[in-house]
């Protein structure tokens, strides 16, 4: 599906479009990842409290990215790389 609505349209959007539409498809992944970072920083007595601060950060940004989206969004950003990758060649 990717890959024909990049080769008809091609002309139509910018590898910038696709990058913020890869990033947004992709947020719910993120947010997964992040939270089980975050996890683990809490674990960890060494972790600094800049460290925590910035993944907290990072997860919250990520979060209100996702309450956009509509649910049940079947993406990952890592499969169709190579297609994007590929379509912009």
Do not use: C
Not at 38 to 60: D, F, G, I, S
Not at 65 to 83: E, I, R
Request: hydrophobic content about 40%.
């Amino acid at each position: 599906m990717a890959h024909n609505l990049l080769t008809q349209h091609s002309r139509e959007f910018g590898m910038g479009e696709l990058m913020k539409a890869v990033n947004m498809l992709d947020a719910p992944r993120r947010v997964r990842a992040l939270e089980k970072k975050m996890a683990r920083l809490e674990q960890q007595a060494t972790t600094k409290a800049e460290t925590k601060k910035k993944v907290k950060q990072q997860l919250h940004d990520v979060k209100l990215l996702t309450a956009q989206l509509p649910q049940d969004v079947p993406f990952s950003g890592v499969l169709y790389s190579s297609t994007f990758i590929f379509w912009y060649r």
